[in-house]
């Protein structure tokens, strides 16, 4: 059974920064797709950023050149460095492993930004 296990959510300033991780269960996770969404309720979730096995990145237009996805494949874990927070980007920010045709997703951290 595939786990993603989320950590570094919590409660941040106006302009400040958050580190999310994800480590993954998965024993081929280098070979995977990563992304990580976000979600505010009621909305849909919104894709955010992707990081290829090989290591290419994508990201929205709304956090390109704030945000930053990498990988560490020796440890099984996908980062999100969230840099110059903006109050609506509060949500829950969920991890995503594409392991062929299957997704499988984190618990989905909350990630507040507030003064």
């Known amino acids: 059974q595939v786990q993603l296990v989320e950590s570094g959510g919590g409660l941040v300033q106006p302009g400040g920064s958050l580190r999310l991780s994800c480590a993954s269960s998965v024993s081929i996770f280098s070979l995977n797709g990563m992304a990580w969404y976000r979600q505010v309720p009621g909305k849909q979730r919104e894709s955010i950023a992707f990081i290829a096995s090989g290591g290419s990145t994508d990201y929205a237009d709304s956090v390109k050149g704030r945000f930053t996805i990498s990988r560490d494949n020796a440890e099984n874990t996908v980062y999100l460095q969230m840099n110059s927070l903006k109050p609506d980007e509060a949500a829950l920010y969920y991890c995503?492993?594409?392991?062929?045709?299957?997704?499988?997703w984190g618990q989905g951290p909350q990630v507040t930004v507030s003064s």
């Open positions: 995503n492993e594409r392991v062929g045709l299957l997704w499988y």
